[in-house]
């Protein structure tokens, strides 16, 4: 599994190189401990987690969901179980658990289907509630595209609301303003290959 996933990292370096220096402390993660190591959620140095932009191709709209502990509109997705294959598999899990969605498109950039979208690092704040130490999420992000809006089943324990929205809004929120012009061209890329523009 820790071969996979540097397989997937170095991949990913490939595709998108001016990343990497901003990355490099994943790969040193990644590369000094175990694969159960990195994505156990009780290791507050940081964890891998696994999430979706779900896009609605027919409204042209994101799904935000309302996360009650951090207390902003952002995109599906969580920590990885035991029982995940993989961090996609965790992401898949996730956004079922949710929204319930199940029926979706995962938009691939290349012939390994684990590489995501995008990779991001951000700072997870202390959680009073949990009291849980502030730690790092190295976040694989993956597109999900899915025909049109459809009603979610939100966990209520997690996420109070959720709604649709535009990519200018999405654009605003300071967790995924970095990825909003690869969102741009995957979907465009998508509607091309589709013959849908």
Known sequence: MKETLLKTINEYFKIFPDEEERLKILKNFVSQNSYSDVTDWNNFYGHIVGSAFIYSLKEDKFLALYHNDFKIFIYPGGHVDK?????????????????GLEDYQVYNISNNPLLPID?????????????LPEHLHFDFRYLFI???????????????????????????????????????KYIETFKENSNLK
């Open 146 to 184: 899915i025909d049109h809006i459809v009603n979610v089943k939100t966990d209520p324990n997690e996420m109070r609301t959720y709604k649709w929205i535009s990519i200018n809004e999405f654009s605003t929120n300071a967790v995924s303003k970095r990825v909003i012009d690869k969102l741009n």
């Open 119 to 131: 990779i991001d690092i951000h700072n997870i704040s202390y959680n009073e509630k949990l009291d």
């Open 83 to 99: 029982t995940d294959l993989n961090i996609l598999d965790a992401a898949k899990r996730e956004v079922k658990e949710e929204t």
